[in-house]
């Protein structure tokens, strides 16, 4: 983390790895989406509604993920000064709110056949509408103070204030309504989806996950590069106003 | 201890008496609950089902649109770089202004709440539990607010923002407002669990917000 505090050697690094990376993407997602939509069978109450949960569910645990991830790096901006952990956070909050973005669209579109309706109150759904607005709410931050600095500091106060309420909003709306099933997954006493599914579910995960992180890479990129770029104005700038002086 | 005593008293003289500041929350909490009815209709059955839920929503809505004042005349003036010098830590400035404005806000809107609840047929029984759950959660609602208010230091239509920014953290306590008041659980004890929570989650504020909020302050001063 420490040698990675170099931007030039973190922007070596991304450029070693990207090709890589993006390989593994085409690669996971490509079997990923031959599993799920010729493989794996059509469930026997769901039909073929049911290939939805391999969009659905992995783009909802990347939105949870972002939202760790943006709180790691608040962390590393307020504590450790980090000066990629801000750069890591920003860029991390439009990806993971895509991410919820596409499973709430995705639930919605599965709770129509399912549940008879596009939306329902239900705890799981709220929960991540929250977390959706938290994300909108840290992107307007970013967006709305102008020195990066300054911006980055307020958006990771924010992001723990956010990361501490988490667990709050989740319990209160769990304990409002509560249709969606419980956790199918990860829960004691081994997962309750059938093999056949899990695994195609599995390898979309790991497909999304490797998305994210390419998604993540190459905009950490481009903003380093917009940071140096606004550095690089700057001193042009001052440069021209000591000239005409 | 005297001049965390002085900054409230200021605080709170000020809030009352500068022109808009408690009188303005007040009067949009009436127009958001005279608003209501005529987007929903006359039908008072209706009316009283959901009218716990209306007077908790007003609320929030009428803390937040007076949140903005918890700092902001102070960071303009410069009261606020005077407040960070002085003997006492950033945290309990932040935390007084922030009960400041749950004593000069929080606490008046709380007592227009059951003259509003009149207007939209709220039973006469569900006062007293409506009044309880309302002093345990606007707490919560103003050092939250002033979360939001720390955040949002002299950034322009900061107003709007800090809705954004604080709306998401208020739904425990208006789940929880809401359910003390129109209990899923029927019955004569079905009050104290969400009352309980309310007052758990004002204590959690009470202590993180100034903390959060001191670090916001410090960042925009610098």
């Given at each position: 983390m420490i040698s990675l505090a170099n931007p030039t050697r973190f922007l070596g690094l991304v450029s070693v790895v990207l090709p890589w990376l993006s390989a593994l993407v085409v690669i996971l997602l490509g079997t990923g989406l031959y599993l799920s939509f010729f493989v794996a069978p059509p469930d026997y109450?769901?039909?073929?509604?049911?290939?939805?949960m391999f969009i659905h569910v992995p783009a909802a645990w990347l939105a949870m993920f972002g939202y760790t991830l943006i709180a790691i790096a608040a962390l590393g901006t307020l504590i450790w000064r980090h000066p990629l952990a801000d750069v890591a956070a920003k860029t991390a909050a439009p990806i993971g709110a895509t991410f919820a973005f596409i499973a709430l669209v995705t639930g919605s579109l599965w709770g129509k056949p399912m549940w008879g309706t596009y939306w329902v109150w239900d705890a799981r759904l709220t929960s991540m509408l929250v977390l959706f607005l938290l994300y909108l709410g840290l992107i307007a931050l970013w967006q709305a103070v102008e020195e990066p600095g300054r911006a980055g500091r307020a958006a990771a106060i924010l992001a723990l204030v956010g990361a501490i309420n988490i667990p709050i909003i989740k319990f209160s709306v769990d304990w409002w309504n509560t249709l969606h099933q419980p956790a199918s997954v990860f829960r004691a006493g081994g997962p309750t989806i059938d093999p056949a599914l899990l695994t195609p579910l599995f390898v979309m995960a790991a497909g999304f996950t490797a998305l994210f992180v390419l998604l993540h890479l190459i905009a950490m990129r481009a903003e380093i590069l917009r940071r140096r770029v606004r550095a690089l104005q700057q001193t042009e700038v001052a440069r021209a106003a000591m000239a005409e002086a | 201890m005297s001049a965390a005593l002085a900054l409230l008293t200021r605080d709170v003289k000020l809030a009352w008496r500068e022109g808009g500041a408690v009188g303005v929350a007040l009067g949009f909490y009436l127009v958001v609950v005279v608003i209501t009815p005529l987007g929903l209709g006359p039908d008072l059955n209706l009316l009283a089902r959901i009218a716990p839920g209306i007077l908790w929503v007003g609320l929030l809505l009428a803390a937040l649109l007076s949140a903005g004042r918890i700092f902001d005349n102070d960071y303009e003036d410069g009261t606020l770089d005077v407040l960070a010098t002085g003997p006492l830590p950033l945290s309990v400035v932040a935390g007084i202004k922030c009960l400041a404005h749950w004593l000069a806000t929080g606490i008046p809107l709380v007592l227009i709440a059951p003259l509003l609840g009149l207007l939209l047929n709220l039973p006469m029984g569900s006062i007293p539990s409506l009044m309880l759950a309302m002093l345990a959660g606007t707490p919560a609602v103003s050092f939250l607010a002033g979360i939001g208010a720390s955040l949002t230091l002299g950034l322009r239509r900061s107003g709007l923002l800090l809705a954004l920014l604080v709306v998401p953290l208020y739904v425990p306590v208006l789940i929880f407002g809401v359910s003390a008041v129109t209990p899923y659980v029927t019955g004569p004890n079905a009050i104290w669990p969400p009352l309980f929570i309310l007052c758990a989650l004002s204590l959690v504020s009470i202590v993180l917000a100034p903390l959060a909020a001191a670090a916001a302050i410090r960042n925009a001063l610098r």
């Open positions: 109450q769901q039909g073929e509604t049911v290939r939805i | -």
